[in-house]
Every structure is written in C-alpha cells, then in structure tokens.
C-alpha cells in the first residue's frame, strides 16, 4: 500500500512517517498494492490537539477515517481499525456491486452477524418539490429547517446540490460532476 502523508501545521517526522505506513500495511490484505492512502495530520489550535484524516479511494469506494485528540499514533491507529471494520461491515454489498471482482484475500472476511444486509435497511422515504435557488438561500432555507443538510437545485448550474453544515460552524457545498 502507497502511502502519502500530509501534515498541516504539523511537521511529519520519521517516526510519525515510519509508524503510519507500518500500520496501515495492515490492511494490505484488502487492497492490492497500488491503493493509495492519503493520511493528513493537522494541528488544531484549540487543546494543541491533531486531526488524523485517512482516505482510501478503491475502484470508485471512499474508506474513509477522521479522529481528533492529543494522542497523534493512536489516532493513526484507530483509523486503520475503523477503514478496516468499514470493509468487513461492506464485504457483501462491495462484492455485489463489483460482481464477484473483489481481491481473492476478501474471500477470507467474514462478514459480522451485526453488519447484515440489513443494515442500511430505509424506513422512510422523503418527496419534496424542489425549486432552483442561490447556495445563500439554500442555507437559509436549511437553517429555517434546522437541518444539518440540504438538497437543492442551484440557479447558477441548474443540477442538484447539497449545502451542509461543518463541525467546524461553516458550511459546504456538495456539487455532482461526471
């Protein structure tokens, strides 16, 4: 597995380096080895605490991990843990949508009884008109809701977005392309 490091506001020594790619040599047994991890630490101003954001992009799946507190390897050590228990929880779904063309070693996985297909089992289903607005009035509108997101279609590019709101207080702006 390729890894690529990044540190913002944070100096990525070797320790940190070597410690990060011995860990998430782990999950080489999932993926071949031209997946690439990109690992960013970021120092966060409040409490001298880390961000560890670890993402995998694997045919088109986004394993994706974020931890934050003051233990920087332990949360590089937590995020392989949680990428790896997101592909045995997805073992089944992933193998379906690629048709059985999953790498032999998955073969071995065995799915969690609590991970059934169940599991993203939908229990309502939601049908609103939606009209083109500014990404300013969707915010709006979803503050209105207080909603933590909101689907829309934007004036500008008349396709679907979503504004959300950030655990940081901002907001964002989800826009489809192909």
Known sequence: MK??????????TEEIKDWTEKKFAKLDKFFNGNTEVTV??????????????ATIVWKGVIFRAELSGNDLLGQIDKSVD???????KNRT????RF???VPD??????????????????????RFPVKPMSVDEA??????????FFMF??????????????????????????
């Open 99 to 101: 048709h059985g063309d």
């Open 139 to 148: 915010i709006m509108q979803m503050e209105m809701l207080n909603h933590e």
């Open 82 to 88: 949680i990428i790896e228990r997101q592909v045995r």
């Open 3 to 12: 890894v690529s490091i990044v540190g913002r506001r944070v100096d990525i």
């Open 93 to 96: 779904r992933l193998e379906k």
């Open 153 to 178: 279609v934007n004036e500008e590019t008349n396709e679907m977005n979503v504004v959300y709101k950030r655990k940081d207080g901002d907001y964002g702006l989800l826009e489809p392309y192909r």
């Open 105 to 126: 070693n998955w073969q071995g996985i065995t799915q969690s009884a609590e991970y059934s297909e169940a599991a993203y089992n939908v229990v309502r289903t939601k």
């Open 40 to 53: 960013v630490v970021e120092a966060l101003k409040q409490n001298k605490h880390t961000k560890v954001e």
